[in-house]
């Protein structure tokens, strides 16, 4: 029973992982670094507590989360595809940009610096068990699909095939008639939608925003990527690993047996380790990062 309970736990915590991380397959196969899945998350999280917050209602919270990422999305798009600036640079901007602009509305839209009044949330009313609040969320089931779907599209279909060749070889995919930049763009805004998702479950999941709430997830999701090797299925190993981690950080924090400090490294150093043992054993998309 404690396994079976550990075990839905680890689900219902990888789900934005799962989210994010889809996202970060999607947007280093078309070849652009998803250095602000991040900043993503946070705008999409911000944006679902605002648009449940008025318009009372989780799924005016789940458009709020895809309006926000696609704003977010916009920026990174003309910063990267049109004046064509170092990927790096413009995804750490983007993260400190929604940082300190979640912060600002926050205090200017809410009136507080730490979080928002409590909004609407999908099965969270009523419902005592928090499992089976997690089985009525639509949100969970889109994260626990999307990255088996996200590989059989790159896999099996020719929208699929022309992400991998844009994101292997773009000059060979462009002599074939694809549109490299409108490609790459479509990519992107798909990676908005489904980073800003595993924001958008974060805030309606707890039923209001916080500051900062998203708390590494999008660093982790990117880690989860490369650790699985841009290959969605073991990504989503990887995002299991990681919330599996978490998990056991809550179940020990629960029991008070090491200090919280260690406790709650965990995740942390799982990302550095897993990390530590697959740099030079894997092989990202060969256009990553280019866009010249």
């Not at 991380?21 to 196969?29: K, L, Y």
């Not at 070889?169 to 008639?177: C, D, T």
Request: hydrophobic share 55%; with cysteine.
């Amino acid at each position: 029973m404690i396994v079976l309970l550990f075990l839905l736990q680890t689900l219902r915590i990888a789900v934005p992982y799962l989210l994010a991380a889809a996202g970060g397959v999607m947007s280093e196969r078309v070849g652009i670094i998803a250095l602000g899945l991040e900043g993503l998350m946070l705008s999409g999280a911000f944006g679902a507590a605002l648009g449940a917050y008025y318009g009372d209602s989780a799924w005016a919270g789940l458009l709020g989360a895809l309006v926000a990422g696609a704003f977010i999305t916009s920026i990174l798009a003309v910063a990267t595809l049109r004046f064509m600036a170092n990927q790096v640079v413009v995804g750490v901007a983007i993260n400190l940009i929604v940082v300190a602009s979640t912060r600002y509305f926050l205090r200017l839209v809410f009136d507080s610096s730490s979080n928002s009044p409590r909004v609407a949330g999908f099965g969270g009313e009523g419902v005592g068990n928090a499992m089976l609040a997690s089985a009525m969320n639509p949100v969970v089931w889109i994260g626990l699909g999307v990255l088996p779907v996200l590989g059989w599209v790159l896999a099996q279909t020719p929208f699929g095939l022309r992400v991998r060749a844009v994101g292997e070889k773009p000059e060979a995919a462009a002599s074939l008639g694809v549109n490299v930049g409108r490609l790459r763009l479509m990519g992107l805004y798909l990676a908005g939608a489904m980073a800003s998702l595993g924001g958008a479950y974060l805030a309606l999941d707890q039923h209001q925003f916080t500051d900062g709430m998203t708390a590494g997830r999008g660093f982790i999701a990117l880690a989860a990527v490369i650790f699985g090797r841009w290959e969605p299925v073991r990504v989503a190993v990887a995002c299991l690993l990681f919330a599996g981690a978490e998990t056991l950080q809550i179940q020990l924090q629960g029991a008070q047996l090491v200090p919280s400090q260690f406790v709650e490294m965990i995740p942390y150093v799982l990302t550095i380790v897993a990390l530590a043992g697959v740099v030079g054993r894997s092989t990202a998309p060969a256009a990553l990062g280019k866009t010249e």
